[in-house]
């Protein structure tokens, strides 16, 4: 078309006639192909823009998402997505130390006593408040009253003193009894150690709980396995309540940390721990 409009503009000289009719002559034939182009394109285009996307993943409206953005519904737009554990990760597939780190303290506890109550004893459990240092209460069918008492400490990086022996120590000795078994997810110093085998405690590191589920039944261990990673086992227990923290934001710093969701009827908290 633009070729015509030249042709018809040129000046009438005779030295410009012939270049004049030969743009005439010329121009239908890039006309004709961008028709053709035209029509090629409307016959291979989608016919509405939603067809070749999924049907949940939404189009863009325009430019950027700011545009999508103020498409969707205002109640949609509004609600921001859940906040999710920064530390959460897979399930394992077998027992490994990293099942103890990711699971909370009380999931821990839960484990341990599932796992004496597969050797054979009666445990009983307090699931919150004040406990007295005992954790788990061993009972067997062969003695009345508990046979034996368990401390459960889920630590990270952290290791078992001979101070926190010495206090369970007193714990058992309070309640007369012979045995007692202190279980953590992390490890005892060499002290420690010495005086659990010198006053009957059976002291249980992260490794010795490994080795004493390797002792169960394939059955078992899975169980024990599924027992870990049920629900939120990432999400730490109210220790004075007994249910689900949840995430909060310091108003002082902005940093994270774990409050317990009767605030401010409860002030407990806890870190947040880092993903590993």
């Known amino acids: 078309m633009a070729l015509f409009v030249i042709s018809f503009l040129m000046p009438s000289l005779p030295a410009l006639v012939a270049a004049s009719n030969g743009i005439r002559i010329a121009a239908p034939y890039p006309l004709l192909l961008g028709f053709f182009l035209l029509a090629a394109w409307a016959a291979m285009r989608p016919r509405s823009p939603s067809a070749e996307r999924p049907d949940n993943q939404p189009a863009f409206f325009g430019k950027d998402s700011t545009d999508f953005v103020s498409q969707l519904p205002r109640k949609a737009a509004a609600t921001p997505p859940p906040r999710t554990h920064r530390g959460q990760r897979p399930p394992a597939i077998a027992w490994s130390q990293r099942v103890f780190d990711d699971i909370e303290w009380r999931r821990f506890e839960l484990v341990c006593s599932s796992l004496f109550g597969q050797g054979g004893f009666e445990t009983r459990a307090q699931s919150h408040g004040a406990d007295g240092g005992v954790d788990i209460w061993l009972y067997s069918q062969h003695a009345e009253g508990p046979a034996a008492v ?37 490890t005892f110093t060499a002290d420690a150690q010495r005086f659990a085998k010198d006053n009957g405690i059976s002291a249980l590191d992260g490794q010795k709980l490994l080795a004493l589920i390797a002792t169960r039944t394939p059955v078992q261990q899975v169980e024990l396995l599924q027992l870990a990673y049920e629900g939120e086992y990432w999400r730490p227990t109210c220790a004075s309540c007994g249910i689900k923290m949840v995430e909060r934001d310091s108003r002082k710093d902005g940093k994270s940390f774990w409050g317990c969701a009767n605030f401010p009827k409860c002030r407990s908290t806890l870190p947040i721990r880092q993903a590993a």
């Open 150 to 186: 368990v401390q459960c400490k889920h630590w990270i990086g952290r290791q078992g003193g001979v101070k926190e022996m010495r206090e369970f120590f007193g714990v058992m000795s309070s309640h007369k009894l012979q045995r007692g078994t202190f279980a953590t997810s992390s």
